[in-house]
Every structure is written in structure tokens, then in C-alpha cells.
């Protein structure tokens, strides 16, 4: 695990806990659609949910902390017809991710 040093008053320092919460929800290669922390837990979990919205309200993009290759689990591909959006933003569309499945 690499580590990164920030001002503590920069918007990244400031949503480290955040950050760091985020990151310890993140799947292991290979195995993405379970949560490494989260005993038996379907990813995304509750626990990366929250850490996402923190991030969120911190005004940092969650999708420059998650691996190009989970972005498709949170932010499946547009419809034709839809209207384009950042595949970065948070929250997601509503209806595409967490309501098919209950955590525990």
C-alpha cells in the first residue's frame, strides 16, 4: 500500500478519514463485487456509501479514488438516449447501484 502526504488543510486533508474509509471499502483485484472489511458483504457496501458521501460533501470526486476498473460497478454506462454527466460524480443516478441488493 502506497501512502500520500497532504496539507492538513487542503480538501484532501481535510476529508482524510474519508478518504482513508473509502479506500479500506475497495474490492481486492479479481474479486470485485465483495467488500475485503465488510464480512460476506456484496461491494459497494454501506461503509463505502458513507465514505463516499463524506468525500462528496468534502467537494472531492470519488471517482479520482476508485480504480478505473470498479468505475462501471458505480457508474454503469449511459443509455443512448440519456444526457451525458461526469462518470465521476456522486451520488450516482438514482437506480443504478445499492438498491439490488441488501448488506446486511
Same mark, same amino acid.
Given at each position: 500500500?502506497?501512502?500520500?502526504?497532504?496539507?492538513?488543510?487542503?480538501?484532501? =486533508?481535510?476529508?482524510?478519514?474519508?478518504?482513508?474509509?473509502?479506500?479500506?471499502?475497495?474490492?481486492?483485484? =479479481?474479486?470485485?463485487?465483495?467488500?475485503?472489511?465488510c464480512?460476506?458483504?456484496?461491494?459497494?457496501?454501506?461503509?463505502?456509501?458513507?465514505?463516499?458521501?463524506?468525500?462528496?460533501?468534502?467537494?472531492?470526486?470519488?471517482g479520482?479514488?476508485?480504480?478505473?476498473?470498479?468505475?462501471?460497478?458505480?457508474?454503469?454506462?449511459?443509455?443512448?438516449?440519456?444526457?451525458?454527466?461526469?462518470?465521476?460524480?456522486?451520488?450516482?443516478?438514482? =437506480?443504478?447501484?445499492?438498491?439490488?441488493?441488501?448488506? =446486511?
Amino acid at each position: 500500500m502506497a501512502g500520500l502526504m497532504v496539507a492538513a488543510d487542503s480538501p484532501a =486533508g481535510r476529508a482524510a478519514e474519508a478518504i482513508n474509509d473509502l479506500t479500506r471499502h475497495l474490492p481486492q483485484p =479479481g474479486a470485485p463485487a465483495v467488500c475485503p472489511t465488510c464480512a460476506a458483504r456484496f461491494w459497494p457496501c454501506t461503509y463505502f456509501y458513507d465514505a463516499a458521501h463524506r468525500m462528496h460533501n468534502a467537494r472531492l470526486r470519488v471517482g479520482d479514488v476508485v480504480p478505473l476498473e470498479l468505475h462501471p460497478r458505480l457508474w454503469p454506462p449511459p443509455a443512448a438516449s440519456a444526457t451525458p454527466r461526469d462518470s465521476r460524480a456522486w451520488p450516482p443516478e438514482a =437506480g443504478t447501484f445499492g438498491e439490488e441488493h441488501d448488506d =446486511g
